[in-house]
């Protein structure tokens, strides 16, 4: 089937749809339908993705040939890069949790190998972070402890690229999850300082939705901890003469060898037009576009954004489901959770929700997947490559009305 198939990943970032301990928060996807109503997913409904609050609407049409489920996480905490990473097929080792305080003196003396000053600076009643020109490098407080490390700076003092320098020094340095660097305009170091929090688990690092970084001149890079990405679905469809198209956030944390298409667009209608252009212009690869305002909006604990951002997806679908041919597979899915009534901007250990369809795939309910490693591998499996380094297809073009669609995932 090779050079024939094409497969739409769709990442709906930071879309939980329950805690994975049971309790019954968080959850993502029904605290936006709490706090800001249910939200109009017509075309999300077909695929199945309000079955998972147990929506008592009328069955999925078997003409949509649409299943639905959910899927365990693997990796540790949630986070976004390590999320992409298990997505796309490789299970990642955990990496290791140090804090700013702990490894502070190692990175001021590291980054000055390299020609770049860094001091700390003791910020009273919050704690202390490190300096670098006009950048402050400290703990991601939007993750949990010790996964990441952020490069906060302003692009009215300085150009992103020397912002993404000290992070790049930063990540030779320290094998935390990611380091990023984040730039935006209309503030200064001074408020960059006077946003800097204490989180409850001890950490410290930039507010940075308060300080106002997530608006239209927001730009990002996600230095991930090295996986073995020759083993994922993207490398993978590459080796196999295939396009690949890495749209949104996949193109800062997915690595392909030459893609055909990596474009890091935040915009969601622009998310969406770059994918109907792939779509469009390829006949077999695969597409994989991550949709952030929705994390972002998590992030900014703004229920009502959320569903604006859903509204908004459920609306382009409509546009890229008309693209689709029988042959084809499209795939929703998201990263983690983000709940965003919680009282937190961090990230939710939450189940994710999987929704597949398609004229091939067989419809109805799926059972829960033990990794989100299954989706790499029902990519692969579907387009007709080599399979990645973890997970079990979900179901194949070749899945019998009787097949195993309904297995429980696993990990290899």
């Known amino acids: 089937m090779t050079g024939s198939a094409r497969a739409f990943v769709l990442v709906l970032d930071g879309l939980g749809v329950g805690n994975m301990e049971g309790a019954s928060t968080p959850n993502t996807l029904a605290s936006i339908a709490r706090v800001a109503g249910k939200p109009h997913l017509p075309n999300l409904a077909k695929m199945g993705l309000l079955r998972l609050l147990g929506d008592p609407a009328p069955g999925v049409p078997r003409e949509t040939g649409a299943a639905w489920g959910k899927s365990r996480i693997a990796h540790p905490g949630a986070d976004t890069y390590l999320g992409h990473q298990e997505m796309m097929g490789t299970i990642p080792p955990a990496p290791e949790r140090p804090v700013m305080d702990e490894v502070g003196d190692a990175l001021i003396a590291s980054l000055g190998k390299v020609g770049i000053a860094a001091h700390w600076r003791h910020l009273s009643g919050t704690g202390s972070v490190l300096v670098s020109d006009n950048a402050v490098i400290a703990d991601n407080i939007e993750a949990a402890r010790g996964l990441n490390i952020n490069v906060t700076g302003s692009l ?4 992103f690229e020397r912002i993404e320098q000290i992070g790049l020094a930063v990540r030779d340095a320290t094998r935390v999850t990611r380091v990023i660097p984040v730039g935006g305009r209309g503030y200064t170091l001074a ?75 935040i915009d969601t209608e622009e998310v969406f037009r770059l994918a109907r252009g792939a779509l469009e212009g390829f006949t077999g690869g695969l597409i994989i576009a991550n949709v952030q305002e929705t994390d972002l909006a998590g992030h900014e604990q703004d229920s009502h954004r959320y569903r604006r951002v859903l509204e908004l997806v459920d609306h382009e679908l409509e546009s890229v489901s008309k693209l689709l041919t029988r042959a084809d597979l499209l795939l929703i899915t998201a990263d983690h959770g983000n709940d965003p009534s919680i009282g937190t901007s961090q990230h939710t250990r939450e189940f994710v929700p999987i929704l597949l369809s398609g004229a091939r795939i067989q419809p109805g309910p799926l059972s829960t997947r033990a990794t989100l490693a299954d989706v790499g591998a029902t990519v692969c499996a579907w387009l007709g490559v080599a399979p990645p380094a973890d997970g079990t297809p979900i179901m194949t073009p070749d899945t019998s009305p009787a097949g195993g669609n309904l297995s429980e995932g696993r990990a290899k």
């Open 156 to 159: 009215d003092e300085m150009p």
């Open 191 to 265: 408020d960059i300082l006077s946003h800097v929090r204490r989180h409850p688990d001890g950490h410290v690092g930039v507010d940075t939705p308060s300080l106002g970084v997530y608006d239209e001149n927001y730009i990002v890079r996600h230095l991930g901890f090295p996986v073995a990405t020759d083993r994922q679905a993207p490398s993978l469809a590459r080796a196999a003469g295939l396009q690949v198209a890495l749209i949104g956030k996949a193109a800062d944390v997915l690595a392909c060898p030459d893609p055909t298409l990596s474009n890091n667009a």
